[in-house]
């Protein structure tokens, strides 16, 4: 990914406790079909559930009061310098982009923590992943998951993985803004290829993928350049962090049923359909003819 030195970059917008921490590991102990389960589910209530299967530990609580890793974030020169600064244009790109496209966009937060952070939805560890908690509005990101996306998942990794990761947690930010996160919710629990839920991840893929088709349209902001391979690793991040490809790692067979966030195919192809068209409306998942399975 290329970064433009002269843009002026937000470091309001990111704030934790460091860029390269390792943060907490998936901890197994109550069998791994349990784990993936909880897992899952820990995804989709932005709330750790991976305790309820033993074998965890205690991790530090990050410290409210520290002085904020980004502040010196200032352009998009200081990249060159600390790479922690990409994550801050990540941020301001896509909320840079939304708040162009989307009327009424509300700013936000993205809040990078290590081992275990307080949030609106409750407390949450490393272990959950990056997860958006509607409560307060704000995305948690343990940037050690990226090394677990690249190691455990088997992903390329590099910035075009990570910027996917991220553009998709805003995805759900703007799900919540326009009413298709209450739309899921009010259905429970449900999972399945079809279920409301798998269609609100695939949403947010397809924003993601929205935002970089978009990502250098404004000559002044942060991205200057998408590459290929940029691209190629973001989709590889997609078909990585599929249910499937999840489930047939940890438990060694795929239950269509228990999906909260779709196939590899499934996210592939709602990334590509955002970037291909490079226009959110393109997005609605959830119309009766949208075809998610």
């Known amino acids: 990914m290329q970064y433009n030195d002269n843009a002026r970059l937000d470091p309001g917008q990111v704030s934790g406790g460091g860029g390269g921490g390792g943060g907490g590991r998936i901890a197994v102990g109550g069998g791994i079909g349990m784990m993936i389960v909880l897992f899952l589910l820990s995804q989709l209530l932005g709330v750790d559930l991976t305790s309820m299967a033993g074998g965890t530990s205690s991790q530090p609580q990050e410290d409210p009061n520290a002085p904020n890793p980004y502040a010196n974030c200032r352009t998009g020169g200081d990249i060159q310098t600390n790479r922690d600064c990409r994550f801050v244009a990540y941020t301001n790109s896509i909320q840079g982009y939304w708040s162009q496209t989307l009327q009424g966009y509300q700013t936000t937060q993205t809040r990078i923590f290590t081992g275990q952070i307080s949030t609106g939805c409750g407390t949450a560890s490393s272990a959950v ?96 350049g998408v590459t290929q391979d940029d691209l190629n690793r973001a989709v590889d991040a997609a078909i990585a962090v599929g249910d499937d490809r999840i489930q047939q790692q940890t438990q060694g067979r795929v239950d269509r049923e228990s999906w909260t966030h779709g196939s590899s195919a499934m996210r592939k192809q709602w990334l590509s359909t955002g970037y291909n068209s490079g226009n959110p409306n393109s997005c609605d998942t959830f119309a009766n003819n949208a075809r998610v399975s």
């Open 129 to 224: 992943g990056p997860f958006y908690c509607p409560a307060d509005q704000y995305i948690y990101l343990d940037t050690g998951f990226f090394d677990q996306l690249s190691g455990q998942l088997g992903a390329q990794g590099g910035d075009g993985a990570e910027a996917y990761v991220i553009a998709h947690e805003y995805g759900h930010h703007i799900s919540n803004q326009i009413g298709t996160m209450q739309q899921a919710q009010s259905a429970g629990n449900v999972t399945g290829p079809d279920s409301p839920q798998v269609r609100l991840e695939l949403q947010a893929d397809c924003f993601a993928g929205v935002w970089l088709k978009n990502a250098t349209a404004d000559p002044q902001g942060p991205i200057s």
